[in-house]
């Protein structure tokens, strides 16, 4: 029983990074193409995406955040992060993993600032972080499944 719980708990963690990643993307995406976003809180999703994508760095590069509100965030998004979503980043990265994070932070620091274009390696970075949340997610089900 105690296991089912657990799986639980990681499946509940992970379609929760799912979603604020994926509807973060969207944002992004629907700001940068000039569409009103249908939620109207762009600004909480843009935000709790850059915390996400900050933590992501830290994870990735080992670094700390500078200010105290970014130290917050990015505690607050790795708790949402597991060491199965980095490895799986890592080993889709790993010929280029340094390229990829600066690609990372930058789209965390475009994000982060309104108005910021974002270019098409930025663009491709999000793509590829919600795959791989999306995916955990997935694999943490199919595991909740099999308990």
């Known amino acids: 029983m105690a296991d089912s719980s657990i799986v639980s708990r990681d499946y509940q963690r992970a379609s929760r990074l799912a979603e604020v990643v994926s509807r973060g993307v969207l944002a992004v995406k629907r700001a940068s193409l000039n569409i009103a976003s249908p939620e109207g809180d762009s600004e909480d999703l843009r935000s709790a995406l850059a915390a996400v994508l900050k933590a992501v760095v830290v994870a990735l590069s080992d670094r700390q ?3 105290a509100s970014s130290r917050e965030s990015v505690m607050k998004a790795r708790a949402l992060l ?3 979503l980095i490895d799986s980043i890592i080993q889709m990265r790993s010929g280029d993993l340094t390229y990829f994070v600066e690609d990372v932070r930058r789209a965390a620091e475009a994000i982060s600032r309104e108005g910021t274009p974002l270019d098409d390696a ?3 970075v999000l793509d590829q972080i ?3 949340a999306d995916a955990e ?5 199919r595991r909740m499944l099999r308990s």
């Open 130 to 132: 919600a795959g791989a």
């Open 122 to 124: 930025e663009l491709a």
């Open 65 to 67: 955040a500078n200010d």
């Open 137 to 141: 997610a997935s694999r943490v089900y």
């Open 82 to 84: 597991s060491s199965e």
